[in-house]
């Protein structure tokens, strides 16, 4: 499939984005504690990948180099899955996605503060712009909110932060592997993140069972569609356009997700809530591209 797509990377990044969109539904509907939920979905991703890797001429090239930062990557991954399945479990799938992508602002000021990256005037505008959409969703009334919906929304901002440390790392990691080896790092991330979370199940006497059999064919499409396929189109795809338009397709994926939720939660949504989801959504894109490396 990737063989067949490899001239043609922007449907690939629409593809991944379609595909990952869907994870916080298969979140809400495999009936499982959260913590459960976000380990089957890099062990299944974990098992799904191996086929890929075996037949892969480039999988033992770098691999070695790669083990530290991929434990390092598992483990804010583990970290960013289990607050966010938190945050969809208090407040659904598309708010908890939205707010998990706030992450564009803290990385575009690691960028700022760590990288010597020029911050432009247009993400200095957007960033209490994506604070006023989101008010407009959630509501200005903070206090008159139920308990676990704020937890939800702290729990997503916490997502936001894990994804942060994830992708500074991921960046980082990407150094270290051949140009055109796309699944190892998955692989070993996916493998990692499993063990942290299982760990974390282990001593949190969290249930590792799969109720049912609805519950088992949501978390293996999550596995699968999500954690594997999803981001494998992704990667391949992502170094062939420029940064910015990559920005502007992934944001499709806080989009469906907050769609999916309306259509298939019928999440109760009210005109100012839709004008506060475009707003965040528009303000994310301006962060996305309100950056500038100094080269």
């Given at each position: 499939?990737?063989?067949?797509?490899?001239?043609?990377?922007?449907?690939?990044?629409?593809l991944g984005?379609?595909?990952?969109?869907?994870?916080?539904?298969?979140?809400?509907?495999?009936?499982?504690?959260?913590?459960?939920?976000?380990?089957?979905?890099?062990?299944?991703g974990f098992?799904?990948?191996?086929?890929?890797?075996?037949?892969?001429?480039?999988?033992?090239?770098?691999?070695?180099?790669?083990?530290?930062?991929?434990?390092?990557?598992?483990?804010?991954?583990?970290?960013?899955?289990?607050?966010?399945?938190?945050?969809?479990?208090?407040?659904?799938?598309?708010?908890?996605?939205?707010?998990?992508?706030?992450?564009?602002?803290?990385?575009?000021?690691?960028?700022?503060?760590?990288?010597?990256?020029?911050?432009?005037?247009?993400?200095?505008?957007?960033?209490?712009?994506?604070?006023?959409?989101?008010?407009l969703v959630?509501?200005?009334?903070?206090?008159?909110?139920?308990?676990?919906?704020?937890?939800?929304?702290?729990?997503?901002?916490?997502?936001?932060?894990?994804?942060?440390?994830?992708?500074?790392?991921?960046?980082?990691?990407?150094?270290?592997?051949?140009?055109?080896?796309?699944?190892?790092?998955?692989?070993?991330?996916?493998?990692?993140?499993?063990?942290?979370?299982?760990?974390?199940?282990?001593?949190?006497?969290?249930?590792?069972?799969?109720?049912?059999?609805?519950?088992?064919?949501?978390?293996?499409?999550?596995?699968?569609?999500?954690?594997?396929?999803?981001?494998?189109?992704?990667?391949?795809?992502?170094?062939?356009?420029?940064?910015?338009?990559?920005?502007?397709?992934?944001?499709?994926?806080?989009?469906?997700?907050?769609?999916?939720?309306?259509?298939?939660?019928?999440?109760?949504?009210?005109?100012?809530?839709?004008?506060?989801?475009?707003?965040?959504?528009?303000?994310?894109?301006?962060?996305?591209?309100?950056?500038?490396?100094?080269?």
């Amino acid at each position: 499939m990737l063989n067949r797509l490899s001239g043609k990377p922007v449907p690939m990044v629409l593809l991944g984005a379609f595909m990952i969109s869907f994870s916080a539904i298969w979140v809400k509907v495999s009936d499982v504690p959260p913590t459960t939920s976000a380990f089957y979905r890099v062990f299944f991703g974990f098992v799904f990948l191996l086929a890929p890797w075996l037949y892969s001429p480039t999988r033992i090239r770098h691999i070695s180099a790669m083990l530290l930062p991929a434990m390092a990557c598992g483990f804010t991954f583990a970290l960013d899955l289990h607050f966010w399945h938190l945050s969809i479990s208090y407040i659904g799938p598309g708010l908890a996605t939205i707010i998990g992508n706030f992450q564009v602002f803290l990385m575009a000021a690691c960028g700022f503060l760590f990288f010597n990256e020029r911050l432009l005037l247009r993400f200095l505008f957007a960033m209490p712009l994506a604070f006023f959409g989101l008010f407009l969703v959630i509501g200005f009334h903070w206090s008159a909110l139920e308990a676990n919906y704020r937890l939800g929304v702290f729990y997503g901002f916490l997502t936001a932060f894990a994804y942060t440390g994830f992708l500074l790392l991921l960046r980082k990691m990407q150094l270290r592997k051949a140009q055109d080896d796309h699944c190892s790092p998955l692989l070993l991330i996916s493998f990692f993140t499993a063990f942290f979370l299982g760990i974390y199940m282990l001593f949190g006497d969290i249930s590792f069972s799969i109720p049912t059999l609805k519950s088992a064919a949501a978390l293996v499409s999550l596995g699968l569609l999500s954690q594997a396929i999803g981001w494998l189109l992704i990667a391949a795809s992502m170094p062939k356009i420029p940064a910015s338009f990559t920005g502007l397709i992934l944001l499709l994926q806080p989009s469906l997700s907050f769609v999916w939720d309306v259509l298939f939660f019928a999440r109760p949504t009210t005109g100012l809530q839709w004008a506060g989801t475009i707003i965040t959504l528009w303000a994310i894109y301006l962060g996305l591209t309100g950056s500038r490396g100094n080269s």
